[in-house]
């Protein structure tokens, strides 16, 4: 059932929540058109934010709009309506990633109802750069993210014993990848605002507050974007022994395929974050093609891994600054 016409300001509320996803250094490469009269919200990649030289195939920024979209759906959720998406629904517009029809839900669905319960997580949700303690998650805990990420037609896996070791020694290989490579160091610190930085400068990026503490000791296992400067009371930490992993994949690697793990991604952070865990992001052996293919289980079913995530109790971390809804949404007649 199609819902009443929508308003821009009901689209900007909705895009307002949407645009609250994680995206690879805060770059926030989406872009939203509504067309007046009608009910479709169209989500657009943005290539002016794309990463050249880490994710030159975009595949981040597909797995970012896709986090995107998908809040887009728990926003339409919590307002008693239902998303209808369509992925890359025009092969002349590449860069038109999906559509998503807002529709009336006539009554109360299974789906529906656990979108809408994540909503309060929306805000919630930031990447934690901190130490977590050492107190593992239940097994229980683990259950309810990997069935978030089987709701979207991936999967998710907790590595142990050796294969964790072995992805945690190729995010080791990938941090010292990094430092050979200047193209890559100069990319990443355009994303990290300086610390002497005036608050509300930049509305992207990762401000230095968001930094986390130096590791001290073992390397951290999150990327550390204040490497190259100096951050005053900065601080150092040690972080977990054994970091607590769970590895997010996909059968393939279409263009598809990572719409659907941005997707995942997302439900999997918010119902973490639902959980009352702390989460970050461990992309670098992922944005490497020769470490990729050996992030993942060969026993495992998964093909390929989409996403490295670090799960566990401590600090949320601090809020990112997100770009204005009317900086991202275009109103068309």
Known sequence: MTAHLLTPATVAELVGDAVTA??????QPWRFVFHTGGNTIELHGDPERAMTRTDPDHRA????????LFNLRVSAASD???????????????WLLATATIEDVVAEEEEELELAALHDALRRRHTSRFPFSDEPVPEAV???LRRAARWEGCRLNVPGGWHAETVLGLVRDAEHREELDPLVRVETAAWASPPQSTPGERRDGIPAAAFGPRASGKSAPV??????SAVPDRGWAVFEERPQLAL??????TRLDWLRAGQALERVLLQATADGLATSMTSQPLEWRE???????????????QMVLRLGYGPQGTATPRRPVDEVLEIRP
């Open 22 to 27: 994680p995206s690879m250094h805060n770059a």
């Open 61 to 68: 920024l597909h797995l970012g709009c896709a986090a995107a």
């Open 80 to 94: 008693g309506h239902r998303a209808l998406v369509r992925l890359l629904p025009d092969d002349g517009a590449p």
């Open 142 to 144: 683990l259950d309810g």
């Open 223 to 228: 990327r550390d974007f204040g490497r190259s």
């Open 248 to 253: 997010l994949g996909t059968a393939k690697d």
């Open 291 to 305: 470490l990729r293919w050996t992030v993942r289980d060969p026993a495992e079913a998964m093909g390929h891994v």
